[in-house]
């Protein structure tokens, strides 16, 4: 961020968790960053000289780790949060979710979405993935506006004429494509066909073709309940990635696979063998859905690159991925009767840089000379952080995500003293409400 | 709380999670209490006649629940937070946890006690349980002092003498009695043997005739891990639960086992034949610990009492009830793959009513006439809570500790507009750092 004649901005004060393999923890030190980029991370307090000419903002004490990235949501449906919970999944869907999505406009989807980027902010994400179908140029709009990162990507159902599938992938390719790189590079694509069981075969051929062709990754849903699962094995034989890979869907290709919950030692296989597929961890919308426990001991162990992901507020009810790396690291130690298993380090490699690996965006995901400034600042002076010596610990273990307090992405601030820049929050409470009450009022 | 001439105290303008059977939710209501006791709970706006002579507190779209029932805790620990994380049970307890523990002194374990009981206030719990070794006369008088509704016992190991385990027996006793009843009924005692694999059987023999001569529940750690039931089957032939039964310690007594993780259907049996034995359900510390998933299902399908538990912040890592309940719901669901298992509403009861009854306090758990007035407010006007139709579910799937607004117990405030009124925050904060450093330093 240049001021008024100053040259990049010093952050001092702080303890960084950098997430560098070399140097994963600064106890008291600083970082500069300059045009959105950072230039240098270093122990100590900066010299007189390097403050010369420079912005500088005094962290206090703060904790600083790299944004959060969410790699699995549906802002589109964030007004759903609350509105059916503890139900079996085929009444929660077929009586609840579609009649509601069926129902949603674009003002509504809109506000959906405002509200979901405002609170991933508030509690640290910095880039999120959106995978929905509706008004997807609207969005894209709203993040070059309002400044956070994000991976977007037109979902596709393919239970439809092919003429129809066809148009969908048009739809895709021309959303990934005008998008891909714009917001300076804020905004990347993706291609993502919905589901193996809402998708035939020949239809994901054709949306990895054209992932191919424009060179995109591909991302969607993956065994995410048993049912799914067996369904898939009762009218192709096989599991739906193991399919996968028979088809070649796999083979050099950069895919992100949401959930993974029902994974065999075959599949695990499969995903050990290709290290350009990578699992997007859901562990409470898993657990919300009942789907089930997936098995990150066993990926860990493999070498297999798990991001974390919210899911919607549908199914988890929040976008918190403080949450989200909490319950990845004590979900896994308790499923496996394991205390060593998924430690603090690794949930936090989760919750940043093996996002960053996942959604192909080398430019984030540390706190690392080169790479862009996505970073965020905690105040530990709460009582729930207290003895504050432990921060990695803390971080995954006590932390809430309202202890967040700055935000920024590419240097920008998104959030200061837990104020959102870029959005009215009164509004986007208000809105939020007006526009689910009106759906209700649809649906009567 | 009578004020000046004023004769008790109105909230009105609030949504209420009453707790009743009858009438669980309150959209739009008030509620008065006098003398720390609440007089009345209606739906609407108190008439003007209501309101003479009256203090209001104009509640503002504030949500009202009970406060919440923490069930199982060692505040005295509370410097350990962070203090050793991702480590084998073994090498966790004898290279971090009983070293640290053997260098702490009346001065630490005091300032644990007070970070503990100001972090669970600061998240909405009224009442907590306290099950320690150390210094518990000076908790008492702290709790007389600063307000909270407290559940205390001396506990005891009996891996000693005889002398000595009369001797602590003697002051577990002394303690239960000269407190009991104390700080207008807020103190309530039990008899708290340490475990089935830290006291002989005759040592918990003598515990359990001491607890029936001076009517007083018990409490104890039950089936935590795999490994102490296998033990104990080595040692005795049989489950410590079945061995309990056997002994015949369980029948019409009142017992709150914390933790019961590993029960097979022939224990599930004997809880389901006991009503008067309760279960703390600690999930997130059985998690970190990696002892397992409570089958918490099973139990509450045989009508057996289940309330929830923090554990200490050495195994947790905080003290936040608000997230207990929100991961024994979604917990459960995953680990049975039945989203319907553990609802909302179980899961609200669990925090509040349940824990009242398994800790023998029938004058709270509930927001209804004749009970005492522990409850607790919470602001919605927050991005996490939005749209914020669907109270019930917001406040197990979606609520943060730190959305916890104001908190009263027998009528009395101990924060208001998330300010504690009977502790000192920054004090707390400087304490609990300088003794963990002490203690540290000691250990060198």
Not at 155 to 169: D, W
Not at 215 to 227: G, K, S, Y
Not at 314 to 333: F, T, Y
Request: hydrophobic residues 40%; aromatic residues 6%; contains cysteine.
């Amino acid at each position: 961020m240049d001021v008024g004649g100053v040259m990049g901005t010093i952050v001092k004060n702080v303890s960084i968790v950098t997430g560098q393999e070399e140097a994963p923890f600064i106890r008291h030190g600083y970082f500069k960053f300059a045009d959105g980029v950072i230039v240098s991370v270093a122990e100590g307090t900066p010299s007189p000289e390097e403050i010369d000419r420079v912005e500088v903002i005094d962290g206090k004490g703060k904790w600083v780790m790299p944004g959060m990235i969410n790699t699995h949501g549906h802002l589109g449906m964030s007004l759903l949060r609350g509105h059916s919970d503890d139900l079996p999944l085929q009444s929660w869907l077929s009586e609840k979710m579609w009649p509601f999505e069926g129902k949603m406009d674009r003002e509504a989807v809109h506000h959906a979405r405002q509200l979901a980027m405002a609170e991933m902010i508030k509690s640290g994400t910095t880039t999120f993935l959106e995978m929905y179908h509706l008004y997807m140029d609207d969005l894209a709009e709203a993040v070059v506006e309002q400044g956070p990162r994000a991976v977007l990507m037109r979902s596709m159902i393919g239970l439809c004429s092919e003429s129809e599938q066809r148009e969908k992938l048009k739809e895709a390719v021309t959303f990934a494509t005008t998008w891909n790189g714009d917001g300076n590079g804020r905004i990347t694509t993706m291609m993502a066909p919905h589901a193996p069981y809402t998708c035939p075969p020949s239809f994901i051929e054709m949306i990895v073709d054209e992932a191919d062709r424009i060179d995109l990754p591909l991302h969607t849903h993956m065994a995410e309940t048993q049912r799914e699962v067996e369904e898939h094995r009762k009218t192709y034989g096989v599991h739906p990635l193991v399919h996968f890979e028979q088809l070649g869907f796999l083979k050099d290709r950069h895919w992100l696979l949401a959930h993974c919950v029902h994974l065999g030692e075959e599949e695990l296989d499969i995903l050990e063998q290709h290290p350009c597929v990578h699992v997007s961890h859901n562990p409470m919308s898993n657990l919300k859905l009942g789907s089930g426990i997936a098995n990150v001991q066993s990926m860990l162990e493999r070498g297999i690159n798990i991001c974390l992901g919210t899911d919607s507020v549908a199914s988890n009810n929040h976008l918190d991925l403080v949450e989200e790396m909490r319950i990845a690291a004590l979900l896994q130690k308790g499923a496996v009767l394991d205390p060593t298993a998924v430690p603090a380090e690794t949930a936090i490699a989760m919750a940043t840089k093996n996002g960053a690996k996942a959604l192909r965006l080398p430019q984030v995901g540390t706190i690392e000379a080169g790479k862009r400034a996505d970073f965020i600042m905690i105040d530990p002076q709460c009582l729930h952080l207290q003895p504050h010596e432990h921060v990695m610990s803390h971080l995954v273990y006590a932390l809430k995500g309202s202890d967040v307090q700055d935000v920024f992405v590419e240097g920008a601030p998104l959030m200061l003293n837990k104020e959102l820049k870029t959005f009215d929050e009164e509004k986007l409470q208000f809105e939020a409400n007006a526009h689910y009450q009106r759906i209700c009022e649809k649906l009567k």
